[in-house]
């Protein structure tokens, strides 16, 4: 089994900046990507940022430029780093792991941006 637990959320103003974590723990003997999802009220889950086992990432549009999303793999833990924060980030962000070919969420970080 395979625990993924997230720190670092909180409240932020408006162009202040956050650093997520999300540590696994267990059984990890192979992960695959490592991705940031948020999720706003009354909104889907939408992707934000994945780095895959190779190491390249990806980014929704909406965080280009002001997002990072970065990982230590001798801890697997993936971190996002997030700059120029505005109102319309705030959301409950998730990490997601494929770990032995099985997906695992975090148990979510509320991130709250005021203007």
């Known amino acids: 089994q395979v625990q993924l637990v997230e720190s670092g959320g909180g409240l932020v103003q408006a162009g202040g900046s956050l650093k997520l974590s999300c540590a696994a723990s267990g059984s990890t003997f192979r992960i695959n990507h490592m991705a940031w999802y948020h999720q706003a009220p009354g909104k889907q889950r939408e992707l934000v940022a994945i780095i895959s086992s190779g190491g390249s990432t990806n980014y929704v549009d909406s965080v280009k430029g002001r997002f990072t999303v970065s990982r230590d793999t001798t801890k697997n833990t993936v971190y996002l780093q997030m700059n120029s924060l505005k109102p319309e980030d705030t959301a409950v962000y998730y990490c997601?792991?494929?770990?032995?070919?099985?997906?695992?969420w975090g148990q979510g970080t509320q991130v709250t941006v005021s203007s």
């Open positions: 997601n792991m494929m770990v032995n070919l099985v997906n695992y």
